[in-house]
Each structure stands twice: as structure tokens, then as C-alpha cells.
């Protein structure tokens, strides 16, 4: 077989992402690479570090990449903080914390959920009742569960977890840098992210951050590599069930000692990096109040449509919504019309709500204006083809009023 | 922190990798990014595994990246293929021999390890003794170990596994399109990669590859993932161990399935099908050719300057070697002179061989004339500087002549 070199088409991706990347972070990606431990290496992986901080606004030293897609992001703190038999508590409000119990389960744990409706989210009680009952070591919770939609409040979480002794993990893939994040005010011990959502970068890289408790749990289970490990070195009688997602080795290569894990990806970091200066040099409040304002657009602009929208829209993400298909019309008929005649791509939707709703996304670089309003005109075109009766220009025109201006 | 674009200098990477990326590779990294189930992605995913069954000399259908670097694909293949309590039989040569008795240790396999001295490689005989008296589920062995430029001949060892029930895997990361590599002519069960070697690439996507017997256990510990599960869909008693590396799921998105687990890494996925499409555009015997060449005349131009070579050469890899550093020269100052001076990158080296030998390589891209030559150029001016005696002109006039020509 002879192929020819990748050339993908014009997309305007519009789903619940990967979305498009900022043409920046494309361009970071191509730059030549340096060595493993090369000084110009290391001085990025600083430098991300430092970024990364910033973006989930905290002070946690322990702030790096793992070489993976957001959900290795999630395995490696899961697995490394919580050893075989320990109790993990998941509220679940969408498939995304089926996935947390799935991660808790295979890495041995005992874990509980507690599950809401899919469009709800949980009040901070109900979380703290089920924290009291089952006493977990760990309570493990998505921030935003673009299945459903929704964004849980984390503020009171935190002091939740703190007094009854459990650690808090967030699983903000979905959610980083479109909605308010606050890692140290909220209290969270561990959190995790990707790229290919609201920071605008490919998937493949997950970015993680880890309170001084969790990284206590992660020491406490260190085991230097056979391969690398001196006199003295650590050598835990239970290390992590994997060594891919040891963070205690990782956060040796990734610290001062620099002790050889895997090897960074090079091309990846580079992408990270760029994600997280273009997000900081726009400003981590302004990127939210754009997600903000695309996302109030987007919500006008579908209900302006005559469309309606699934879920407890006032918990909704800034940078996704759930529209309702009107009956009588072929939803995935419309995705694919869309594609095929506009280029632009929006989501399906998984177990309760296939064939139910589009979940239509305004995230990273696309949480601009044209990109909605552009979305609006040709959803509009799609649907009256498909046969169902929209307002003429109704969603462009209640898009465009959010905006503060005529279309 | 503010921070400005990546800028990395210009490096000649001549140590054991990561090595300079194609550059065509990196300008597919840069292409805009397609949506996860967009069919245009899909077919990219489909092509991709084609190329590397040529690649890997394989009819496999079980071939596809994981989402890492190359100790993300060892671990997938380990802890998919290996029941806890299971017995591992691990031959060490190198580093990378202790790292997969590791990953088989924290997947709780029961793990048995023959050892020969570092610098050389086991005979078949050697190896079918001890699969005879460990009687293992699946023999584990690196091909190309880097830490000593051992390359242990795995042609035999496919029968002996067969012979004795037992499951061959193989860590090809360092040698593969450097080195001669046939999975199925071999009888190989597993065989995982990276692309930072001889593909040219960036860490961060791992190719593998599983016979249809390696199937036939991943496929008898199936489970379909929490969220996603339906009626009727497997949900085996003793799943993988990690949800990330099991390869029933990553096989069920990578077929006709399509079932979401991550979300493919897509400019990795650019970079790793663009890494075996300039490969087998230049012919994966013509390109092993290459490396054998580029290889010879750096192993004569170091022995060209008065150097001498660590282990059983007519077993090493032709990617690399590995240079004893001559008494009374400061190993690392020889490393940090060629970078500062030269901008040339060689290695350093680990365990028993730390500060005893450098590791020069000629890998992917830079397995050709002018890299060979130029760094034997710059290494003999600072062995020189150093305060070794070295023969003016000897590396090169060497290394020229196994290209059969004048310098």
C-alpha cells in the first residue's frame, strides 16, 4: 500500500473535541526536537510546569505532563493514589464518573457511587452525606461531564473531603480554562485535564497537578526502577500497580533528580506548552468569560431556533450544550449534512440520550463569535432541508444579541 | 511567568534517542486536526495500521499505536497478556530487560529472569532451557537494548515458545527499521515500538501488534466499559487490570466497532503514519540497509580514532554504539563540548556501564554520510582538546571508507 502524506479537509469542529487547535499550537508541534535531558529540554519541562500552575491556579510543585490521552491523566492519579482495598467514592451524573468507577475498579479499589439523574448535578449535602456513610479514602468526581453536559460545583468540596478525611480528585478534562477552576482555593488534592477540549491543543498530553497530601500518598508508595534503582533508593513493599503510571517516578524525572522514565514526548510537551502560554497570554479570566459568552450565544442562538435543550441549564458547561432533536427529524442525518455540506462537525450522544440530542460545543479557539454564528446559519439550513419549521434567522439574530450587536 | 514560543536550537541528536524527527514528520504534526469518528480520521486511523503491518512484517489485524511513548505500549502488551499469578519469563541483557520484569511485577505476574553479562546476548539454547524449567505463559524480551547496543536475535525464538505453549513478546523500540524485524516469519505473539528511534519520529505514540493467539487472550478478558456497556456486550470476571492499556477496548475502537475508549491522539497519530509511510517509501529493506551501513562506519570511525568498543559487536545493533571513554578523559565534559561546541548530542549511559562508555548513534534520519562524518569530525577536535591522543583525520578517513569513497 503507498499513501500520501496526511491532508485533512477544512473542518469547523463544533462537538464536544477534540475541537480545532489554535493554529499556534500546530505550529509549536513542528518545531525540531532536542534531546531527553538537553538543558534547553528540561528548562520547557520547567517552564510547562510553571504554566500549568497557572492555569489551575495553584502553588502545587507537583504540576506536570502525563505522555498520554486525558484519560491516562485519570488512570495515573487514580492508581497512584489509591492502593488495592481502599475505599473510592464516585458521584456519578454521566458517563464520565462510570469511567472514574471503571479506573477505581481495575486498579482494585472499593469503590461506591452515588448517582443524580443525567442532567443534574449533585448539591454539596448529598456529596457530603455519601463522604460521611462510606468514609472513602478517596472521593473521585468529574468537573464536567460533556455527556450530560453539566458542570458540578467543586467550591465546597474540598473543605467536605478535608473533614472527613478523604482526598479530592477532579477529573477537568472538559471543563479546564472554559469554566472558573480554582485547584488550591477549592481545596482539591489532584486534578487532571487534556488538550484537546477548551485549551485548544490535540489530545494526547494530560496535564495533572497534585496537592502536598496526595504527593505524601504517592511517596509513601515509592519504588525506584529495578533498572535504575542505587543503594538507599526508595523500594516500597506495595508500589503502584503500574509503572507507567507510577507518578512517583514520574515525578523523579520530571524533579530535580531527573531519574530516567519514560522518554517526554518532545512534540507534545511543545504542544502543552503553547496550549497553556496562549491561554495566560489572553488572560485565564478573559479565556472564561469568552467560553462565558460563546456559550450564552450558542444556548440564545438554539432556543432561538425554536429548539430546546436538555439538562439543568443554570449547571450547564460555558462551552457545550445539549439540543434537543425536534421529533421527526433524522439526527444524524443532520450531523452528516453538516459535515458533508458546511464542513462543521457537532456531537452524537452516548447511553440515555442517544438519539436524543446533539451536544454542540463552543470550546478553545472556537468559542468565538463567527464560529457560532456560522454554526446557527447552517444548523438552520440542515433543519429546514430536513423538514423541520425554524425561524428564519432566529438563531443567528438571538446569537448576535447576546453579542450586543446585530448580525 | 510570561514565556515565549518554543525555539529550540539546532541539534544533531547522535546519542541513543530521542534523535531529529523527519522533517517531514514534524510538518505532519502540523496539519489541522479532523474530529474523532469524522470518517476522514477514521480512515487515517485504518491506512495507519496497514502501514505498520509492513512495517512490523506482519498479517496481524491486531495492529495499532497506543496512546504513549514506547513503555506505554510495553505495558498494554504485558498487562493485557498476563493474568495476575501468571508466570513471566524475562531474558535481562540490558536495562530495558529489568524494565519489563518491572511492568510484569506490578501487573503481579509471577516473574522468573535469566541473566548474561551486560555486552552480550543469549543463544536460543540458553533461552529454551529456561522456558523448559519455567514453563512461562508468556516469554518477554527486548530485541534492541540500548542500555549495552545488545540486539538479541529472536529468529529461533518464536519455535522454542511455540514448542513449549508458552506466548513470545517483544520490546522492539530501539531497533525497529534499524535492524532486521519479522514478526510473523519469527512467530512473534506481541511486538511494541516507539517512533523516537529508527522511525524518526517524536516520543509519544507506540505501535503494536498481537497475533491472532495474543487475541484470543486479550478477547477472553473482555470487558466493555462501564458507561458503555450493553446487553449482551462481554464483561469477563478477571478484566485487565487498567482500563487505558486494555487492549480489548483499544482493539474495539480500533475496529469496526469504533467503540469510544480515549480519544485518539490525533497529531501523534499524523506523526506515526507519516513515520512508517517515508519508511516504507524508501524500502524497509533499503532503510535497514542504511542504518547497517551508517552503523559500520561509525563503529569503524571511532575504532578509527584509537577507541574502544564495549561488547559482542557482531551481536549489536547497527543503530548504535557503544564507545569506551578513553583514561583520564572526563566522560561528561567530552558530552557537554560536542553539544556546546558542535551542537551534537551523544549519550551517556546507565548502571554498570555509567561513566564507562558513551553511546553514539545513528538512527532514523540520521543514519546517513554527513551525520557519520560530522561527528567523528567534531568528537576527534575535543578528544583532542581533552588531552587524548587521537590520529588526525582517523575517525573519518575510516567511516569514509566503509561509504567506499574518500572523505
Same mark, same amino acid.
Given at each position: 500500500?503507498?499513501?500520501? &502524506?496526511?491532508? &485533512? ?12 487547535? $489554535? ?6 508541534? +513542528? ?14 519541562? +520547567? ?13 502545587? /510543585?507537583?504540576?506536570?505532563? *502525563? ?15 489509591? %492502593? ?9 451524573? @454521566?458517563?464520565? =464518573? ?20 443525567? =442532567? ?15 468514609? &472513602? ?37 472538559? +471543563?479546564?480554562? @472554559?469554566?472558573?477552576?480554582?485547584? $488550591?482555593?477549592?481545596?482539591? $488534592? ?13 489530545? @494526547? ?32 513493599? $506495595? ?6 503510571? /507510577? ?7 520530571? =524533579?530535580?533528580? %531527573? ?33 462565558? %459568552? ?8 438554539? %432556543? ?18 445539549? *439540543? ?9 442525518? *443532520? ?13 452524537? +450522544? ?21 464560529? *457560532? ?13 430536513? @423538514? ?16 450586543? /450587536?446585530?448580525?
Amino acid at each position: 500500500m503507498t499513501v500520501a &502524506p496526511v491532508n &485533512p479537509p477544512a473542518r469547523l469542529l463544533m462537538g464536544p473535541g477534540p475541537v480545532n487547535a $489554535d493554529p499556534r499550537v500546530l505550529r509549536a508541534m +513542528s518545531a525540531p526536537l532536542v534531546g531527553q535531558f538537553d538543558p534547553v529540554m528540561t528548562g520547557y519541562m +520547567s517552564e510547562t510546569q510553571e504554566l500549568y500552575r497557572q492555569v489551575f491556579a495553584t502553588r502545587n /510543585d507537583a504540576t506536570l505532563l *502525563v505522555d498520554g490521552t486525558s484519560r491516562a491523566g485519570i488512570e495515573a492519579a487514580v492508581v497512584s493514589l489509591v %492502593r488495592p482495598g481502599q475505599r473510592v467514592l464516585v458521584p456519578v451524573f @454521566g458517563r464520565f =464518573g462510570h469511567l472514574l468507577a471503571e479506573i477505581a475498579l481495575r486498579a482494585q479499589a472499593e469503590v461506591h457511587t452515588i448517582a443524580t439523574e443525567w =442532567g443534574q448535578v449533585f448539591t454539596p449535602s448529598a456529596v457530603e452525606e455519601a463522604v460521611a456513610r462510606v468514609r &472513602p479514602h478517596l472521593v473521585a468526581v468529574v468537573q464536567g461531564d460533556t455527556s450530560t453536559t453539566m458542570n458540578q460545583p467543586l467550591d465546597e468540596l474540598g473543605a467536605i473531603c478535608a473533614r472527613h478525611g478523604a482526598l479530592l480528585y477532579t477529573d477537568a478534562t472538559a +471543563s479546564l480554562g @472554559g469554566n472558573p477552576f480554582e485547584m $488550591d482555593a477549592w481545596g482539591l $488534592d489532584a486534578a487532571t485535564a487534556g488538550l484537546q477540549k477548551c485549551l485548544s491543543g490535540p489530545s @494526547g498530553s494530560a496535564p495533572l497537578s497534585l496537592s502536598e497530601q496526595a504527593v505524601a500518598v504517592v511517596r509513601s508508595r515509592h519504588r525506584v526502577e529495578a533498572g535504575l534503582r542505587e543503594e538507599g533508593d526508595d523500594d516500597a513493599p $506495595d508500589p503502584v500497580l503500574s509503572n507507567y503510571f /507510577d507518578l512517583g517516578q514520574v515525578l523523579d524525572y520530571w =524533579g530535580p533528580r %531527573r531519574l530516567n522514565h519514560h522518554t517526554e514526548a518532545t512534540s507534545m510537551l511543545y504542544a502543552a506548552r503553547e496550549c497553556a502560554r496562549v491561554l495566560l497570554d489572553e488572560g485565564r479570566d478573559q479565556v472564561v468569560a469568552r467560553h462565558a %459568552r460563546a456559550g450564552a450565544a450558542m444556548l440564545a442562538g438554539v %432556543r432561538g431556533l425554536g429548539l430546546g435543550v436538555f439538562g439543568d441549564v443554570a449547571h450547564k458547561m460555558h462551552n457545550i450544550v445539549a *439540543v434537543e432533536i425536534p421529533a421527526g427529524v433524522d439526527g444524524d442525518g *443532520v450531523r452528516a449534512a453538516l459535515l458533508h455540506d458546511y464542513g462543521i462537525e457537532i456531537g452524537t +450522544s452516548f447511553g440515555p440520550l442517544h438519539g436524543r440530542v446533539w451536544r454542540i460545543g463552543t470550546m478553545g479557539v472556537n468559542a468565538r463569535r463567527d464560529a *457560532v454564528l456560522t454554526t446557527l446559519a447552517a444548523l438552520e439550513q440542515v433543519l429546514r432541508r430536513a @423538514g423541520a419549521r425554524v425561524p428564519h434567522g432566529g438563531g443567528v439574530d438571538a446569537a448576535a444579541e447576546v453579542y450586543g /450587536d446585530a448580525a
